[in-house]
């Protein structure tokens, strides 16, 4: 199992982004994948998810901004970013758990998001 996020940069407060996370190595309808963010000085957090089933979950500084979707053909999961706000600043990951566990036992390189004027 393999993950890889991109997209990351400098944005201005109330911008967007999208980032990527690239999968590979597993069959999408058995996991879940997850975004994770890690803000300076701060614990890593979790952001939201999207099921094998396709649900999307998210955490409550987050909704109604940020959406999670899928591509099955391009083995890709994005993470759309609006109403960017200061802090949103982090390096955000992706992570994989198998539909039927909570661990998340796989994880990819960061990719830094700067949200500043």
């Known amino acids: 199992v393999q993950l890889q996020a991109s997209g990351g940069g400098l944005v201005q407060p109330g911008g967007f982004l999208r980032l990527s996370c690239a999968v590979s190595?597993?069959?999408?309808?058995?996991?879940?994948i997850g975004w994770f963010r890690e803000a300076p000085g701060k614990e890593r957090e979790f952001v939201g998810s999207?099921?094998?089933?396709?649900?999307?979950y998210y955490e409550n500084a987050v909704k109604g901004r940020f959406t999670i979707s899928r591509d099955i053909v391009k083995n890709s999961v994005y993470l759309q970013m609006n109403s960017l706000k200061p802090e949103d600043t982090a390096v955000y990951y992706c992570?994989?758990?198998?539909?039927?566990?909570?661990?998340?036992?796989?994880w990819g390189q960061g990719t830094l998001v700067t949200v500043s004027s």
């Open positions: 992570a994989a758990r198998t539909r039927h566990s909570s661990i998340w036992g796989s």
């Open positions: 190595g597993f069959d999408f309808d058995d996991y879940t």
């Open positions: 999207v099921t094998w089933n396709d649900d999307t």
